[in-house]
């Protein structure tokens, strides 16, 4: 017992000197159940929405109000036009688009049914099963508000539902789950072992000791980052094609975009992966530390991104943080690329968000990596 005692006396002793290690047991698990236990919600609500009023009469803006009293559906945009409508659910700026037919007040005072087409984004299913739902719900309550009335006043005609609430579901209209999550899982894949390896890169030449022979040579910093990026970023290349392969074969996903086009963008999530893997290596001063700072990386990933729980749901604060994370902007290239087939030119913003990222990475890990032995 003694000689135990000695050794957990030791264990303790040498955990209390690792204080960033110990300050990571204790206070990331009790952060992270904080920060997701808030952010995390699947009862979606403030979808943004677009809507095509071509009435403009007051039938049509009461069925809107109904829209959004229910506090499921946010009018965001105002169309003129439906091609309007399809580019803002192309680029994923709205969720959901409302097209009110011309003649839907004059339907409505003849007794006839007035035909409401609601277009819904079903790429995340989560957040369409919600948008379909309600809207037909609040379909058949706006139609009991008026139909008393018509029964009343009926003469044995037959009496039709006022409104007609016809759903088109966009991009997934099946809701095959594994068209919605073989993309994400893609991404979250290449986050995990591109941050995993990078993480302990530097830090693995330090522990071995040969980080002194890469100090001696003229290399400068920038050049070591580069020669620890450039090599996996072929090792992603493989594995985004072995998933590919995979997922067509046995999930029978579509692949509606340009091949070309999601290699081309992959490479820049691939090097923005790699480029936060070498700043934790910066940052760690072992491989213990590398591995939990790659964990603490990994959930806010997953669960902030849009990959399990549509962000749409967060409360704006942690779906702002979301776009800090790098797997938020890959998974709407990816979802957009393979189940809308949209182009880059409705990409600009995602691309941005991922060179920024990059750029601010890099630049924090060359500054911080100093070519001396610490």
Known sequence: MNRIKALLKKEFIQMMRDKLTFAMMVGLPIIQLMVFGFAINTDVKHLPTIVFDQSLQQEGRDLLSSFTASEYFDVKYIANSYREVNDHIQQGKA???????????????????????????????????????????????????????RIQGNTGQKVELPYDIRIRPWYNPDF?????????????????????????????????????????????????????????????????????????????????????????LTSIYIIASLALGILISTIARTQMQAMQMSFFVFLPSILLSGFMFPREAMPKFFWALGHIIPLTFYLEILRGIVLKGIGIQFLWSQIFGLCVFIFVALTISIMKFQKKIA
């Open 95 to 149: 969720k959901v688009g409302i097209i009110i037919p011309p003649d839907m007040t004059a339907n409505i005072k003849h007794g006839r049914s007035a035909s409401v087409q609601v277009i819904v984004d079903a790429s995340d299913s989560m957040a369409a099963s919600s948008a379909i739902s309600t809207a037909q719900l609040i379909g058949q309550i706006k139609s009991q508000e008026i139909l008393f009335s």
């Open 176 to 264: 095959v789950s594994a068209f919605y999550m073989v993309p994400g899982i893609l991404g979250v894949v290449l986050t995990m072992t591109m941050v995993m390896i990078t993480s302990m890169a530097i830090v693995r030449e330090r522990e071995r000791g040969t980080l002194e022979q890469l100090i001696v040579t003229p290399m400068k910093s920038h050049e070591l980052m580069l020669g620890k990026i450039i090599p996996y970023i072929f090792v992603g290349y493989i594995q985004v094609t072995l998933a590919l392969i995979v997922g067509i074969l046995v999930f029978d996903l579509p692949i509606r975009g340009s091949l070309l086009l999601l290699y081309g």
